[in-house]
């Protein structure tokens, strides 16, 4: 059974930087398109980032773009989220997915839905 485990968030200035990371059990990992998410209190769970199984593809929400990078290091099966420039309206508890069964290389999901493994989250909190 896979397994996500987050790491990373914390308090942050508005304009600061936090570097999000989802560790992940599994023989498998170079298979499971991953993907980052966010919930902010009283709203829906909002996709953020999307990487490929090789992170050959990726794709982001509007508000992540220029801001934020996702990467993967299938050797130590984990994957990252480098957020920058950050804004008191990205508060929110971050999780990470994965889509462990997969068959097509540059999937990238960006769908709660289409995510069938989920960390507990990280709380991540930016302060104006």
């Known amino acids: 059974q896979v397994q996500l485990v987050e790491s990373g968030g914390g308090l942050v200035q508005a304009g600061g930087s936090l570097r999000l990371s989802c560790a992940a059990s599994?023989?498998?990992?170079?298979?499971?398109?991953m993907g980052w998410f966010q919930q902010a209190p009283g709203k829906e769970r909002e996709f953020v980032a999307g990487?490929?199984?090789?992170?050959?593809?990726?794709y982001y929400a509007d508000s992540a773009k220029g801001r934020f990078t996702i990467s993967r290091d299938n050797g130590k099966n984990t994957v990252s989220l480098q957020m920058n420039s950050l804004k008191p309206e990205d508060t929110a508890v971050y999780y990470c997915?994965?889509?462990?069964?997969?068959?097509?290389?540059?999937?990238?999901?960006?769908?709660?839905?289409?995510?069938?493994?989920w960390g507990q989250g990280t709380q991540v909190t930016v302060s104006s």
């Open positions: 997915a994965a889509r462990t069964q997969l068959s097509i290389e540059r999937w990238v999901g960006t769908r709660s839905y289409d995510y069938d493994t």
């Open positions: 599994g023989r498998t990992f170079s298979t499971y398109g």
């Open positions: 990487i490929s199984w090789s992170g050959g593809t990726t």
